[in-house]
C-alpha cells in the first residue's frame, strides 16, 4: 500500500512540473578553417563559398565582411507545490548554452583578402533558481539579447525607423563605416549610444 501512495505522489509532482528546452540555431555553418588558406583570395571567391556576408564596413582602403552561426540551447524547468496545497510558490530552475562561429574577413583596395580570423565560442551562458510567488514572472536565463534576426533582415527596415537611428545608420555596426559588432554586444554600446538621445 505503501509504494502505491508514494507511486500517486510522485505522479501527482511530476503532473504539477513543467520542462522546457528551446534550440534556436542562426546562419549557415562556415566552412571549417576557412581562415587559413584565406589569404589571396579573391571577394568573388569568397562570396561564391560563403555567401552573401551578413555584417560589413568599408574603409578607404579596405572592406570589412563578417559571417556568423549560433546554436543557442536554454533549458528549464519550474515546480509548483500546489498538490501538496501550496499554491503560492513557484520553483524555477533554468540554464543555457551557446556554440558558435564568428568569421571576420578583411578584403585590400585590390578586393583580395588581407586577413581572415574566426572567434569559435562554446560555453555556457548561466543559470539561475527561483522562488516565485502564485506565477513564474522571471524568466531564471534571459538569451534575448542572442537571438535578435540576422542582421540582413533589417537593412531595408532601418530606413523607416526613427529619425534618430536613421540618422546614425551610417555610423551603426554592420551598416556603416564605423566597423562591426559580434552578437551579443550591448545595444547601449559605442555608436548607438547616440540612438537612446531621443
Known sequence: MRISVVIALLSLALLQGGCTQWYYEMGEALPESFEQDAQGKTLANVLAELGPPLR???????????????????????????WAGADFLNFDWGSAEIEGD??????????????AQRVHREESLGGGAAIQPFYSFVSVVDVQDLLQPLPQHGWGASQLLTLPQVLNNPQSPGMGDTGIEQRGTPLGAGARTLEWLE
Open 56 to 82: 560589413f564596413a568599408t574603409s578607404e582602403d579596405q572592406l570589412l565582411m563578417a559571417w556568423e552561426a549560433w546554436e543557442v540551447r536554454r533549458s528549464a524547468l519550474g515546480l509548483s507545490l500546489g
Open 102 to 115: 564568428y568569421l571576420i574577413v578583411t578584403f585590400d583596395a585590390d578586393g583580395r583578402v588581407s586577413a
